[in-house]
């Protein structure tokens, strides 16, 4: 009897064992809207995801929004246009955004992670500015990427990770209302944890 109480405990547990792996944790971003669920790569960013595992571990994306949308209809005819669902606390707790250490840069030329659809990546301003605000690729967006079109300086933006689960809720996200880039309302994050 003890040996097959054994026997079936270790059958429990070993595969949620093996599903875990360190090289690519999973992180789950709780929304009003549904569920997204990111693996990150922090072999090939260690910095950014990183950083952005140590803002979740902080708590820092408790009552955090997605507020920002690039689409279609929203941007400068002429220029590349960029699809994505942004996020983070830039509106719910900007005194926290802003006063956080920039994280160094991490182009996609060093870490190989380029922005496809549902990659995961840090908004920034100039390179090292990047800290909790996040986004989210709707499509392929080549010109994030190091030499792209979408960023001035070239260096383009730090992906880190990529939706495994979720898309519908990104896209749907995605096709909420807005104006002039916003979200009207923004979609409330009510956070972001470990798997």
């Not at 590349?80 to 707790?93: D, E, F, M, P």
């Not at 190989?112 to 500015?129: D, Q």
Request: charged letters at 20%; a neutral charge.
């Amino acid at each position: 009897m003890k040996r097959c109480l054994l026997f079936l405990l270790l059958a429990g547990v070993l595969p949620a064992c093996k599903s875990y792996n360190p090289n690519t944790p999973h992180v789950i971003i709780r929304t009003s809207a549904g569920d997204i669920e990111v693996e990150l790569y922090p072999k090939q960013a260690p910095k950014t995801a990183g950083a952005f595992l140590s803002y979740i571990d902080s708590g820092f994306y408790k009552k955090g929004s997605f507020y920002r949308v690039l689409n279609d209809d929203n941007q400068v005819t002429g220029a590349g246009i960029s699809r994505l669902i942004q996020g983070g606390i830039w509106k719910t707790n900007h005194s926290r955004a802003i006063a956080l250490p920039g994280v160094q840069h991490e182009t996609t030329r060093e870490t190989h992670i380029l922005h496809t659809n549902g990659t995961i990546s840090m908004a920034r301003g100039e390179p090292g500015t990047a800290t909790t605000e996040f986004f989210i690729c709707v499509g392929d967006q080549p010109g994030f990427d190091f030499g792209g079109e979408n960023n001035p300086d070239g260096q383009g933006y730090a992906a880190f990770g990529k939706v495994v689960s979720g898309m519908d809720i990104v896209k749907a996200i995605y096709e909420g209302p807005e104006n002039n880039q916003s979200f009207t309302p923004p979609i409330p994050i009510l956070g972001i944890s470990r798997k």
